[in-house]
């Protein structure tokens, strides 16, 4: 039987009418005519109401002719927000309905404090809203495997969105034991999942066969984190579904764009973020469809906009139209962030994409840290990994010095790799957050 024709994106629909243009006349000049008035008016905003921004752009005309002349507008950085928080704002507190304190994982650098007015939550909402129904139906019942106690949440919102959709949503939060979640899940006869990846993957190399046959879910989200392609290839095959990939961060709002059904890379969130790719080393706006640093403004936004922000994250634009036929842009899918890197000397360097994609293929394993450290003039590399019985420490680090730039770290006596196999009762502290390979080596010897 013949694969059924690729769905539009929901998103094109939606921002064409966000921008005051119709599904048929969408392009990618009408898309940058609204972002470039949309920038307009929040250069204008921030100018007059933001303390931080006020003197940040003293020297600096609201009224930019063109989207390329940001370009030579100043980014805004992570320790910005850490350092003065309260003088982003553009509105005054007591129209602050939801703030996020965001902890600096493997660092002692204050946390970020981000804001949100009522409507800049109603922002998300929508995009989540018009997000899910790339996958999800009326009627469907959609587990939400992140954080939802708290109003205003990203697990909160999610389920807000999705019950205006007339679908279930189950707030069950971060899976904190895998065999009550797979219950949960064959009980309520779920139809989609929305997790943290190596949450999910616990759940699929947990499950067993039994459980895995008992189970009819049809799509899964994935989200708060970069998403290995092994991990995607490991869910299909064990629950036969499709998995679709989210990109976000607290700092866009929480949502910032989502694959369609071809699953080439995200639709963003054009109506609400203008995006760019810049050099991450000069700053400099990088040629259209090269790597480089992913950096955003907030078009929308009224409690805490945001200017060029540097998000750390490495990706590009894809070249050519999207299968579905729409007019938005598609981002290829995050894999690494600048700082999530170590050097191991004659210019090789081991980022945790490479740890990714060597580890999540071995038999077992479902969530790994790792760490460097200089021990005895030799840097020592430190692999510990959530896995089943199944999972074997020797393949483990047999998986890790198959790297290129580890084998010839090795080879050169420079490294050392030690993997530690971790006992199933820690699960609870795995998978909660955007994982980092930490670099414990002395400034200088």
Not at 165 to 192: C, E, F, K, P
Not at 258 to 272: K, S, T
Not at 301 to 321: E, H, K, N, V, W
Request: charged fraction near 25%; hydrophobic fraction near 40%.
């Amino acid at each position: 039987m013949a694969d059924s024709p690729l769905k539009l994106t929901p998103l094109h629909s939606w921002i064409a009418h966000k921008i005051g243009s119709s599904p048929e006349t969408l392009t990618r000049e009408t898309i940058i005519t609204y972002q470039l008035r949309k920038v307009r008016e929040t250069l204008r905003l921030t100018k007059q109401n933001s303390v931080f921004y006020r003197s940040r752009l003293a020297n600096f005309t609201a009224d930019i002719a063109s989207l390329e002349e940001l370009k030579y507008y100043p980014l805004t950085l992570a320790e910005d927000i850490r350092r003065e928080p309260l003088q982003f704002l553009c509105v005054s507190q007591n129209e602050i309905q939801r703030v996020v304190t965001l902890d600096s994982s493997g660092t002692t650098a204050q946390p970020k404090r981000l804001f949100f007015t009522r409507d800049d939550q109603e922002l998300t909402i929508d995009f989540f809203h018009v997000g899910m129904s790339t996958f999800t139906d009326p009627g469907d019942r959609v587990l939400i495997l992140l954080p939802c106690e708290r109003p205003g949440s990203v697990g909160d919102l999610l389920a807000i969105a999705l019950e205006r959709m007339g679908v279930n949503s189950i707030r069950h939060g971060l899976v904190r034991n895998v065999d009550h979640t797979l219950a949960v899940m064959a009980n309520a006869g779920v139809d989609g999942v929305v997790g943290i990846p190596t949450q999910v993957l616990a759940l699929v190399r947990n499950a067993g066969l039994k459980n895995s046959n008992q189970l009819r879910v049809k799509s899964v989200l994935l989200a708060t984190d970069y998403v290995p392609q092994a991990i995607v290839m490991a869910v299909e095959a064990s629950w036969g579904c499709k998995v679709y990939n989210h990109y976000g961060m607290t700092e866009m709002g929480l949502g910032g764009g989502v694959e369609c059904q071809a699953r080439r890379g995200y639709h963003l969130r054009d109506a609400d973020l203008y995006m760019e790719i810049i050099d991450a080393i000069s700053g400099e706006t990088v040629s259209e469809y090269e790597y480089g640093e992913i950096v955003f403004t907030t078009l929308t936004r009224r409690g805490m906009p945001l200017i060029r922000y540097r998000t750390g994250d490495i990706s590009r634009f894809i070249r050519g139209t999207c299968p579905c036929g729409t007019a938005l842009r598609s981002l290829e899918k995050v894999r690494s962030r600048i700082t999530n890197r170590v050097d191991l000397g004659n210019g090789n360097c081991l980022t945790m994409a490479d740890l990714d994609d060597a580890l999540f293929p071995v038999n077992g394993v479902w969530d790994f840290t790792a760490s460097i450290s200089r021990e005895d003039k030799m840097d020592r590399l430190y692999v510990k990994v959530w896995g089943t019985e199944e999972t074997d420490a020797r393949i483990v680090q047999q998986a890790v010095e198959t790297i290129p730039e580890v084998r010839l770290a090795i080879e050169s006596d420079r490294l050392h790799v030690v993997s530690v196999i971790q006992s199933e009762e820690a699960f609870v502290f795995a998978g909660q957050g955007k994982r980092i390979l930490v670099d414990r080596r002395p400034l200088c010897d």
